[in-house]
């Protein structure tokens, strides 16, 4: 029996305890701007443009913050899947990337923020690129180095080093299946 078929689905939700995290800071940042803004800080007096960008950084901030609480709220069904067919991250699409149509699958990481990054087929890749706002994006990520689909494992129950792992193994095992070619025992996914 090979690889492909001994893989089981996975399925990652998002975890309490780090948008927990994340709305704690985002909070955080919100009241830190605000202050900011409507000078309630003891010293000297800040100027117009930092007064303006304190202002930018609350609508930002809060705007992330509800988008945060709100995902807190509404999210209690998983995001992403993993399969021997492919992975289906159903904030990105609701279509599933076969591994065939993935090139390359690589960790990037910006600061402290990890992600995983699919390289796909350009024909693929079209399909994926979605609205305005999602090609805005796409070309900001592409800019900074990410170059391909995201896939962002902030306030999921996994973690972007265990994300690219068992996706670097998920895809390992689909490749080589759609080949025809034996495949090797895999190492354990946690």
């Not at 010293?43 to 930018?56: D, E, L, R, S, V």
């Not at 972007?160 to 390992?172: G, H, M, S, V």
């Amino acid at each position: 029996m090979s690889v492909s078929q001994n893989l089981p689905n996975v399925a990652i939700g998002y975890s309490r305890v780090r948008l927990l995290k994340l709305l704690a800071a985002g909070l955080l940042l919100t009241l830190l701007c605000a202050a900011l803004a409507l000078n309630w800080h003891l010293g000297k007096n800040i100027t117009t443009f930092q007064i303006a960008a304190c202002y930018i950084g609350v609508a930002f901030s809060a705007l992330a913050t509800c988008k945060i609480l709100w995902m807190l709220i509404s999210s209690r069904e998983p995001v992403i899947f993993i399969s021997r067919v492919g992975i289906r991250d159903t904030r990105i699409a609701d279509e599933t990337i076969a591994w065939r149509s993935v090139r390359d699958i690589l960790p990037w990481q910006q600061r402290n923020q990890k992600i995983v990054v699919l390289k796909l087929d350009p024909l693929v890749a079209e399909r994926f690129a979605g609205g305005l706002l999602k090609r805005v994006l796409s070309l900001m990520n592409k800019a900074l180095g990410a170059d391909g689909v995201v896939v962002n494992a902030g306030g999921l129950t996994m973690d972007a080093e265990t994300l690219f792992d068992t996706c670097k193994q998920y895809w390992t095992a689909g490749r080589l299946a759609y080949h025809g070619r034996a495949v090797p025992e895999p190492e354990p996914v946690s």
